[in-house]
């Protein structure tokens, strides 16, 4: 897909469609809108007047121009109430329209930018709020279709009249390709089935960021996890055929202040049966997507190398299948994790949190004093905030809001729960430091809870995206399948943390 940004008049483009926009209420189209409009003698206004077009949000009106302008069509995107209307919305139409016209066969598209008029949002964040919205709106996971239809868009044209904002459009749409292709690289890998992408099948995408970004990788083996004292992750692994994988990346974007630091750190299990506690068939069937956490934090790192902010970032994904065998860890079992504490193993189930126990007390053990991890850790998290809000959980309420703050931001939705200490005795243990599960109650907590043990102090918030990480629709800039939630979330907070 070719984004151009040109100035220049919308209804000159010689284009398949142009798409244009209009906010509920108006009656007499402004900007580029009232311009077609004025063009095509009132074929906009005529169907406001009708009241067919009402400019209400998702509300999408195709009319063919027949020769009156130079493009085949104009699609007039609705999106509801200026005062309301956010980059989330710009987001959205991007995205709707875009799909809309890739499905009915138009090879190229220009496009005003939305927002950037009536309803005053930045021009920059507009343009890039549309760049994204086209390139993950567009996203499809079609690769094992013989007969994939792909699509024919190909090339979309963002029009301003106004020269003088060409800087500032040009930027965003570059920042919103970057982003957007980070979201659906993390689609792409949560949505691969996962006999193709195990553990080692991981690290080559981490790999392949490496050499396209120059980002510093290392990929150790078991041997090393042994050498390091990873008990807990060594536990879950030792049930599974497939080498497990500890990836760490590193992008140094402050090399003079070693100590501005943040570690991304993501639930790498590429395949969660439950190990001997068993799931179900119907829990099991999504479990491939049990490595979102870590596809998340290698694709946020495939965006922050090319946005190259002022921070050091260091990425770590504890990769692992957690399977059942002969070899597999047995409920009752106890490992000692890095950091020396020892866990009883109440249920093999609650395998991500023991593989984050030991990425965590590695990355303090290499001085990160920042820590964010991302996980589909509990699926109590689902019943807690469905699948429009992931779970945010933290030792540093500061922190813990600025995280929440930056998913606000880029309207990808975390919602703070309480993380009090009078939870702990939930997952006490009548032989070890402490039990890897907690009970039924408060299931999200206690599994944050539990991985909070292993992080030393530091600044630190855990993201639950066991709601969030699959959608069962497409809605907007959302994909049926992987979401890709929460890279926006994380580069966002990385550049915010960066200035
Ligand atoms: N990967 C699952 C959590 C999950 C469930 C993610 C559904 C996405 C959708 C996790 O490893 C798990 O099995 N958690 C257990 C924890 C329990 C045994 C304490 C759960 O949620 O049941
Ligand atoms: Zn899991
Ligand atoms: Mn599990």
Redesign the pocket.
Known sequence: MEIKVVAGDIAQQDVGAIVVNLFEGVTTPGGATGAVDKAMNGAISALIADGEIRGKRGELTLIHTLGSIAPKRVLVAGLGAAESFTLDGVRSAAAETARQLNGIGVESAATIVHGAGIAGLDDRASAQALAEGIVMGLYSFDKYKSNSSGGSLSEITVVEFDEGKLDALQQGVGEGRIVGEAVNFCRDMANEPANNMTPSMMAERALEVAQAHSVDLEVKERAWMAEMGMGALLGVAQGSEEPPKFIIMNYEGDPDDAANNIGLLGKG?TF?S?GLDIKNAAGML??KG?MAGGASVIAAMQAIAQLKPTINVTVIVPATENMPSGTAQRPGDVVRAMNGKTIEID?T????RLVLADAMSYARSIGLNRLVDVA?????M?IALGDQCMGAFGNDDNFTQQVVNSANTVGERAWPLPMFDEYKSQYSSDIADIKN?GGRGA?SIT?ALIIGEFNDGAPWVHLDI?GTARARGSKGATVKGATGVPVRTLVQLVCDLAD
């Open positions: 299990i969660d439950g999504t479990m049990d249920n189930d609650a395998e991500g589909t850790l509990t699926g109590a689902s599960t299931g599994g066991a």
